[in-house]
């Protein structure tokens, strides 16, 4: 079973992964097929970047939460 680390590193493969591909894509911008594939993978790695930026978020409040419960 994943933990929330594994997920959270895999989003953030996910977003390396989409912005390397994006900068490989636009190198062929002339091509109307690169311009609409660039167009999805951007959407795409916005998607997995504001997945990863609120899963941080969440997994910041929890061990905060944790502390704040400690005697």
């Keep these: ?10 989003l953030q493969a996910a977003v390396c992964a ?8 636009a190198d062929h911008s002339g091509d109307p097929f690169a311009r609409i594939l660039l167009q999805q993978t951007r959407l795409a ?3 997995h970047r504001e997945s990863r930026d609120m899963l941080r978020a969440a997994i910041f409040a929890s061990k905060k939460k944790k502390q704040n419960s400690l005697p």
């Design 1 to 10: 079973m994943s933990t929330l680390k594994d997920i959270l590193a895999a």
């Design 18 to 25: 989409g912005d390397a591909a994006g900068d490989l894509i």
């Design 45 to 47: 790695t916005a998607r």
